[in-house]
């Protein structure tokens, strides 16, 4: 049986991100789906030894280009909705970023896990907002 | 709409490819590469879901890790296709 992936050594190389940088998280979200796709990642993946308890998302890392929370967006068209916080909102509330994947994707972790926090991020990700780059992808 | 795959499309491991689990497919024996199938959420009219193509298969830690690759377009568009060229399956 090969064991779960460990995270650290793979993480791109990437600064830490400066707490104004956009995080987008595909939504909607509900408290019942985030646990289920922080179970996946538990199943998979370590890091540093331990388990991890997290989801994907993408930061707007550039104000333009590849990367900019536009293009990010663009990139999304099967979403109609989003919830976008910011690095320092949910480091504010203990949330931690790793980067995992490819650029501009990282694993946001729930440090201390269990339900309460997944409803704390929930509270943190906010309200849905509409991805425009969905309905552009439906017009004629 | 049924989906064929549960799967975060936003998730992305080390290859760069999404991925989910073979157990969260409703229907396991579609899941093999090159099967091209629906992935995504179901239960709220904003779900995502988007047509995919399989890749590959990999046990880890007990588990099926299946990576896919979004393909453009949603299901309407490859309907239309398949019904202007008649394809049978």
Redesign the interface.
Same mark, same amino acid.
């Given at each position: 049986?090969?064991?779960?992936?460990e995270?650290s050594g793979?993480l791109h190389n990437e600064s830490p991100p400066h707490d104004a940088v956009v995080v987008v998280?595909?939504?909607?979200d509900?408290t019942e789906?985030i646990a289920?796709?922080a179970a996946? !990642?538990a199943? %998979?993946w370590t890091f540093e030894g331990s388990v991890i308890e997290g989801?994907?998302?993408?930061l707007a890392l550039d104000e333009s280009g590849r990367y900019s929370l536009e293009s990010l967006l663009a990139s999304?068209p !099967?979403?109609? %909705?989003v919830h976008l916080a910011t690095v320092g909102q949910l480091r504010a509330h203990g949330f931690e970023l790793s980067a995992?994947?490819?650029r501009a994707?990282f694993t946001l972790r729930f440090v201390g896990g269990g339900t309460l926090r997944i409803v704390d991020l929930i509270t943190v990700l906010g309200e849905?907002h509409l991805n425009p780059h969905f309905e552009l992808?439906r017009k004629p | 709409m049924k989906i064929d795959l549960?799967a975060?499309?936003?998730?992305?491991?080390?290859t760069?490819y999404t991925w989910?689990?073979f157990e969260?497919a409703p229907d396991p024996s579609i899941i093999v590469p090159g099967a091209l199938i629906l992935a995504?959420?179901e239960g709220?009219p904003?779900?995502?879901?988007?047509v995919c193509r399989v890749v590959e298969l990999?046990?880890?830690?007990?588990?099926m890790?299946v990576r896919f690759e979004?393909l453009p377009g949603?299901i309407e568009d490859y309907a239309i296709l398949v019904k202007r060229h008649n394809v049978t399956a």
């Open positions: 049986m090969n064991a779960p992936v995270q793979r998280r595909g939504g909607p509900t789906k289920r796709h996946r !990642t199943i %998979v989801i994907s998302v993408l999304m !099967t979403y109609r %909705v995992t994947g490819r994707h849905r992808r | 549960r975060d499309l936003m998730s992305q491991d080390h760069g989910s689990l969260d995504g959420e709220d904003d779900d995502p879901v988007a990999e046990e880890i830690n007990g588990h890790v979004i949603d």
